[in-house]
């Protein structure tokens, strides 16, 4: 599928990194470094804006290593980019750790995974069909 995106960054596009790669990392496109005190957060530019397909949407999430390691991560984990939204693409960062992190011009902050959805209607009933799980909450299919 071909994408059009818009790079006002000094990056490169975005890529896959290998060939099972479902998302590519998507970078800071930054003029000074981003400070993002312990468990602050902020929307980090990227430069780039992009046209989906109906039907489609980018999902930004975090990178493991570097929520890992650093303890920086997505908090609205996935965040979406709806297929008619056409403004420049911004990552909401936290800063899960008890130190600042200085996010750097062209650092890798994310990954963007393309995904499929539908949209649905909805058939308002008074009751629904039975499940083996039926109304268990949090932990019901755990052990007792």
């Known amino acids: 599928m071909q994408v059009k995106i818009i790079n006002n960054s000094k990056h490169p596009l975005p890529q896959y990194e290998t060939i099972g790669s479902a998302g590519m990392d998507i970078r800071a496109n ?31 999430r975090p990178r493991s290593g570097l929520s890992l390691k650093t303890g920086l991560s997505v908090p609205n984990s996935p965040g979406t ?30 990954q963007m995974v393309i995904a499929r959805y539908e949209q649905i209607s909805w058939s308002e009933v008074e009751t629904l069909s039975e499940s083996n ?4 909450g949090f932990g019901s299919t755990g052990k007792s």
């Open 30 to 60: 930054l003029e000074e470094p981003f400070l993002l005190n312990p468990f602050e957060r902020g929307a980090v530019p990227t430069g780039l804006s992009i046209e989906l397909p109906m039907g489609y949407e980018a999902q930004i």
């Open 81 to 110: 980019i709806d297929s008619d939204y056409r403004g420049e693409i911004k990552v909401i960062m936290a800063n899960l750790s008890n130190a600042p992190i200085s996010i750097q011009d062209g650092d890798r902050i994310a």
């Open 133 to 136: 799980r039926g109304a268990g």
